[in-house]
Structures are given as C-alpha cells and as structure tokens.
C-alpha cells in the first residue's frame, strides 16, 4: 500500500499561483509514476500531470500545458504542481495519485481544494 497526502491547496485570484504538495509513504516512492488529477464540481474527474519515476519526463493536459509543472524529489517521497497563471476554470479537488504506469494510478490521495477567483 502506499499513502499519499496532499498539501498546498487553498484560495487564489486569478493570475496567482500555487504549488501542491503530495507526501507518499509505505512502498518505495521511487517504484511509482505520480499524477495529479483534479475534479470540480458536477463534472469528471480529469487528468492534469504526470512524472515519470526517475523524473526524466512528464505529460500534461492540454488546458495546463504551458502553466503547471509536476516535479518529484525522491529523495523526499514528494512530487509538486506548481501552478502559474491560474483561472477560474482551475478550481478543483486535485488529486495526487501513484501508479506503476504513467497516468495510470494505483493508488490516490484524498485531494486538496483549490479555488480561483476571477
């Protein structure tokens, strides 16, 4: 099992930023590819990021693209969103979630909210 709990989370304006933080434990942090998801109000839960377990790569959604970047220090069982410029449309519970493929989680987190002012 592996236990994650997110952090970060909390009320921005518009144009602001945030970093998330997802704290793992239990199995060796380094065995797992980390996301992050979010899901707002009413609607799906979407993906949002995701990193490779060495940290090499990462993909992103499009609607982030350009804005956030995922990270992970291994060496601190954490991976982080930062995120830049963020709109109204990003308010959400966002997820971190452990997987042993890219995108494809195991494990989840109980979320952190975010919410964007306009």
């Known amino acids: 099992q592996v236990q994650l709990v997110e952090s970060g989370g909390g009320l921005v304006q518009a144009g602001g930023s945030l970093r998330l933080s997802c704290a793992a434990s239990?199995?060796?942090?380094?065995?797992?590819?980390m996301s992050w998801f979010r899901q707002a109000p009413g609607k799906e839960r979407e993906f949002v990021a995701a990193?490779?377990?060495?940290?090499?790569?990462?993909i992103y959604a499009d609607s982030v693209k350009g804005r956030f970047t995922i990270s992970r220090d291994n060496a601190k069982n954490t991976v982080y969103l930062q995120m830049n410029s963020l709109k109204p449309e990003d308010t959400a519970v966002y997820v971190c979630?452990?997987?042993?493929?890219?995108?494809?989680?195991?494990?989840w987190g109980q979320g952190t909210q975010v919410t964007v002012s306009s």
């Open positions: 979630a452990a997987g042993a493929g890219l995108a494809r989680p195991d494990y």
């Open positions: 990193i490779r377990r060495s940290g090499g790569s990462a």
């Open positions: 239990g199995r060796p942090f380094s065995n797992y590819a």
